[in-house]
Nanobody
Framework: QVQLVESGGGLVQAGDSLRLSCAAS????????MAWFRQTPGNERKFVAA????????YDEKSVKGRFTISRDNTGNLLYLQMSSLKPEDTAVYYC?????????????????WGQGTQVTVSS
């Protein structure tokens, strides 16, 4: 089992930056990829960015490419999402997720572990 705990959310203004963190514990060596998803009320959880154990990165090109950066520390137990030039439409609950099996990284149903989420609110 793997436990994921997000932190770093908050209320910011448009144009500001924010860094989210996700601390992983447990059998983290079983994880192939970790990702960030976000969700707004009444909508499905949407892919934001992912990073694999080989440090391959993938982003949702349309919404965050060029503004968000996903990274992790050397242990692989801390995942980050650096967000810049934030927009009101980035307002959502952001979730950290972990996937054990090798494969695609963009769909939430592929992930085995989830954090509890952290709220990010961007005011205009």
């Amino acid at each position: 089992q793997v436990q994921l705990v997000e932190s770093g959310g908050g209320l910011v203004q448009a144009g500001d930056s924010l860094r989210l963190s996700c601390a992983a514990s447990g059998r983290t060596d079983s994880i192939f990829a970790m990702a960030w998803f976000r969700q707004t009320p009444g909508n499905e959880r949407k892919f934001v960015a992912a990073i694999t154990r080989t440090a391959d990165r993938q982003y949702d090109e349309k919404s965050v490419k060029g503004r968000f950066t996903i990274s992790r520390d050397n242990t692989g137990n801390l995942l980050y999402l650096q967000m810049s030039s934030l927009k009101p439409e980035d307002t959502a609950v952001y979730y950290c997720a972990g996937r054990e099996d090798v494969g695609g990284v963009t769909l939430p149903e592929w992930y085995d572990y989830w954090g509890q989420g952290t709220q990010v609110t961007v005011s205009s």
